[in-house]
Structure formats: structure tokens, C-alpha cells
């Protein structure tokens, strides 16, 4: 079957209940840039979890992303909501209210907001630009949808008092690495720390301390947005 | 001894990260930050090496004295092994 994920056309057999997962990225037809293959996968490491879907969902997850840095792409741990036409990915790690975070953007903006992802947006740098993509791979509660948004910024979130701080990018370099799939091989290695590099530099990154206030979204927003609008300031 | 391939070192955001692969990554669990000369001796343990042509090394590159170059050798390799980054 032939699908469509993150601007890359992917071939991939039928396995398990991904087609339904998957049904809003079918293609009809194209040119085949990504092939995924019943010998890509290591179904043996998810040994431990018993459902069949389940396992081709994960290992599925890892085969895609893994690939994904052939071109110039990457997985973050993360929740993905776009405004306007601009992706704010708040990431981090599990428990700091990722989803929670999200889900104060649609009670805080409505319809003018939509999560593309609420868990692993794919994140590409096309001709200089970042771009967040929604997949299939989205974690339990199944958001996502088939859209792309130019990056205004990341945000870590942590549990705390209402602190929002651009980080340095030296500063993001062990956030970032710790909710990607750094769990690859050495020549992976040299695709993802090269990306890495990129996305310190050229993406503003945030840390928040918040405790999940109503008005944390609206503070989010304007702090990214006003960083991302500013962004070729500091080059002038 | 030489350095173990299955960690990659590249320059992220200005610092030096040395990060393992595969396996290690998930035993190991974070990455590791190296100053210059850390970097340096990295870079020296891709082939094949002694304790003794390193030491040179560093001494005709680096001011420092044989003493003092000896011991934090010693000590950077002593942490290199505790992440099974170098090969014997």
C-alpha cells in the first residue's frame, strides 16, 4: 500500500491494524521514496507486549522514524498544535502535561486550533525551514491528522511555577536527545546529531514550569509567537 | 586500547557530544559532553593506540607538563571504560 507521511511517499505492506490507523495518508499512486518491508521489521524486541497490533504499531513507529533521517527528518516526543498556519510542539517527558498543555490551546483558541499530533509529530527541515508533521504514530488517544505547519517554536514542559525561558541551544541539546529516538545505530547517529545541531540553532526552544493553569496556553503562545516573528532579528 | 565505534562524537550547538548507539544507548542512558582536548584524544583512539603515543600526543599539542598529562589521561580513560567506550 502506498501512503503519503511527512512529504514522503512510503510504500508498506498491510500489517496488523495500521491501514486503519493509516487511512488518511493513502495514496493512489506516486513515486515510492521510503519502502518499508516485513524484513525491516524486528518484531522480536517488542517481545514483551502481547498484542499483535500493537507491536506492528510500535515497530512500525521505529522502522519510520528511523528511516526518517535519510531525509532530514526526525521524531520528538511531543504534542503538535497549529494556529494559523505556524506548529507549537510542546515536548518532554511523560507526566509534565504534554497533552494536557494541547488541550488548553483548543479550550483557549477553539476551532482557530488543531493538534496534528499528540505524541510523536514527525519534525523535517526542508531548504532551511522546519516543518511539523502529523503521522499515524500519535500515541493512545489516536490524534493526528494528515497536515504539515511551519515550526514557530518548542517548548519542554515542566512541572513548576509559571516560568517560561528561551533556552540557549547548548541548553536543548540533552532535552531534545532525551525525547527522540536516540536508540539507533552509529551511522543513524550521524544523521540525528547533525539534525540536532540544526534545530538548536535554528528553532527557538523554550522551557515552561507550569502547573496546568487556564491561562497557560495564551502565555505559550504569545512568548513563541513573539520569538518566532522576531526570529532573523539577531542575524540583522 | 582503541575508542569504541559504537558511539558517535559530533559538535552539537558548539559543544562536543559524544553519544552511544544501538545497544549502549539504552544501557547507558544519556550522552556524554567533551571539553577540546577530550575531543582530541577521542579522535586519537580511532586506530589503534598506547597509553604512550597518546600521552605524546597530547604533550606536543598541549602545554603541559609529563606528571600532570599522565594522571588526567589516566582519568579520562578510567571514565571512557566506565562507558564501555574504549576498546582494550
Same mark, same amino acid.
Given at each position: 500500500m502506498l501512503y503519503r507521511i511527512a512529504d514522503i511517499n512510503l510504500e508498506m505492506p498491510a500489517f496488523g491494524d495500521m491501514p486503519e490507523r493509516m487511512f488518511q495518508y493513502e495514496l493512489s499512486a506516486g513515486k515510492v521514496d521510503m519502502e518499508i518491508m516485513?524484513? *525491516? @521489521?524486528? @518484531? $522480536?524486541?517488542? %517481545? *514483551? @507486549?502481547?498484542d499483535i497490533n500493537l507491536i506492528y504499531y510500535m515497530e512500525t513507529c521505529q522502522v519510520f522514524y528511523t528511516k526518517l533521517l535519510r531525509f532530514q527528518g526526525m521524531m520528538l516526543h511531543a504534542s503538535a498544535v497549529v494556529i494559523d498556519g505556524l506548529a507549537y510542539i510542546f515536548s518532554g517527558? $511523560?507526566?509534565?502535561g504534554k497533552s494536557t498543555h494541547a488541550g488548553l490551546y483548543l479550550k483557549s483558541f477553539g476551532e482557530k486550533a488543531e493538534i496534528i499530533n499528540d505524541d510523536k509529530p514527525a519534525l523535517r527541515r526542508i531548504d532551511g525551514v522546519w516543518y511539523a508533521y502529523g503521522t499515524p504514530w500519535c500515541g493512545k488517544d489516536g490524534i493526528n491528522s494528515n497536515e504539515k505547519a511551519e515550526i514557530a517554536g518548542i517548548c519542554f514542559l515542566r512541572r513548576g511555577d509559571q516560568i517560561i525561558t528561551r533556552l540557549k541551544p547548548q541548553e536543548t541539546i540533552a532535552y531534545v536527545m532525551a525525547q527522540t529516538h536516540r536508540f539507533v545505530q552509529p551511522d543513524e547517529m550521524r544523521l540525528l546529531l547533525p539534525l540536532v545541531d540544526k534545530l538548536a540553532r535554528e528553532v527557538p526552544i523554550f522551557e515552561f514550569y507550569n502547573h496546568? *493553569?487556564?491561562n497557560d496556553a495564551l502565555l505559550t503562545y504569545s512568548v513563541m509567537k513573539d520569538a518566532y516573528m522576531r526570529r532573523f532579528d539577531d542575524e540583522a | 586500547m582503541k575508542h569504541n565505534p559504537e558511539f558517535v562524537l559530533y559538535s552539537v550547538a558548539g559543544k562536543q557530544i559524544l553519544a552511544p548507539t544501538g545497544r549502549l544507548a539504552a544501557e547507558l542512558n544519556g550522552m556524554m559532553a567533551l571539553n577540546d582536548i577530550g575531543a582530541f584524544i577521542w579522535k586519537a583512539l580511532? %586506530?589503534?593506540?598506547t597509553f604512550e603515543q597518546l600521552l605524546s600526543k597530547i604533550m606536543s599539542k598541549y602545554e603541559v607538563d609529563r606528571e600532570t598529562a599522565e594522571k588526567d589521561l589516566n582519568k579520562f580513560l578510567d571514565t571512557l571504560r566506565s562507558f564501555q567506550a574504549i576498546l582494550e
Open positions: 516485513e524484513t *525491516d @521489521l524486528l @518484531l $522480536s524486541r517488542w %517481545e *514483551d @507486549l502481547q517527558p $511523560s507526566g509534565m496546568a *493553569d487556564p | 580511532e %586506530e589503534e593506540t
